[in-house]
């Protein structure tokens, strides 16, 4: 789950990003979908206003982080009439738990961060809670995890006087696995105000074996994008 020293960059670092690639996708794929979206994964929001923008439907937005969905809650409050129509659930992703299945499923830049096991557990409880024919949607990159790499620079912005950057390494690679070291940091010209690090796991599953388990777990897959898997629940 999303650490609190990466909270303060999250909307600065992937506020664009989401507005010109998935943005711009969902819509399409969500064209049918009138009565109820559960997002997983929803963050700050940055999805979740999008999903609220393009279609009619009831959205259950769960984000186990109390941090995101801090940020989620503040986004959702300047728009009081998203807070009409978007449940926000605290729950991680396997306890999720519905009064009824929802018409489509929508999980962005997520899946990175699940373990195998936790992944493979995941998908028939989704299909559990989806109804006959639903949608899920998620986030694709093929070629499993990056090769080790060392810190370089991915992203400055600037706040006032502050400079805002992230930098990364991949540290080892191995199997679907990857471990990645990740600095924030905040200078002020030369001075650094401060420096914080996150060694976390990433997962990159190839496309046969997620294949095998969606369809394992009654799924098949429509078509979809670059960038984003669409399956349908038969
Ligand atoms: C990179 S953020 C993406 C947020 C949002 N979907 C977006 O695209 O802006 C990944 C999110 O997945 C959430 N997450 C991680 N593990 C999860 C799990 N097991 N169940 C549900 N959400 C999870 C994190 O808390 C974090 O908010």
Not at 52 to 68: C, N, Q, R, Y
Not at 71 to 81: D, I, K, P, Q, V
Not at 103 to 124: C, F, G, Q, S, T
Not at 196 to 215: D, S
């Amino acid at each position: 789950m999303t650490d609190f020293v990466s909270l303060p960059f999250y909307d600065l670092f992937h506020e664009n990003e989401h507005g010109v690639e998935i943005r711009r996708k969902l819509p399409s794929l969500l064209s049918g979908v009138r009565r109820s979206i559960l997002e997983i994964g929803a963050g700050t929001g940055l999805i979740t206003t999008s999903l609220a923008d393009s279609t009619p439907a009831e959205i259950f937005a769960l984000e186990p982080s109390a941090g995101m969905r801090g940020m989620l809650l503040s986004r959702l409050n300047a728009r009081a009439e998203l807070l009409e129509r978007v449940t926000v659930l605290s729950c991680d992703a396997l306890s999720l738990d519905l009064d009824e299945p929802v018409e489509a499923m929508v999980m962005i830049r997520v899946m990175y961060a699940l373990e195998p096991d936790y992944r493979r557990r995941l998908w028939p409880v989704l299909a559990a809670h989806l109804e006959p024919g639903g949608l899920l949607i998620f986030t694709w990159r093929d070629g499993g995890p990056p090769a080790p790499s060392p810190l370089r620079e991915l992203e400055s912005r600037q706040v006032g006087r502050h400079t805002y950057t992230v930098l990364s390494e991949i540290i080892e690679s191995s199997g679907e696995a990857c471990k990645a070291r990740y600095l924030y940091r905040v200078t002020e010209g030369d001075k650094v105000l401060s420096e914080e690090e996150i060694v976390g796991n990433a997962y990159r599953p190839g496309r046969e074996v997620i294949q095998e388990e969606l369809v394992t777990a009654g799924f098949a897959q429509a078509d979809a994008p670059e960038g984003l898997l669409a399956w349908r629940l038969a």
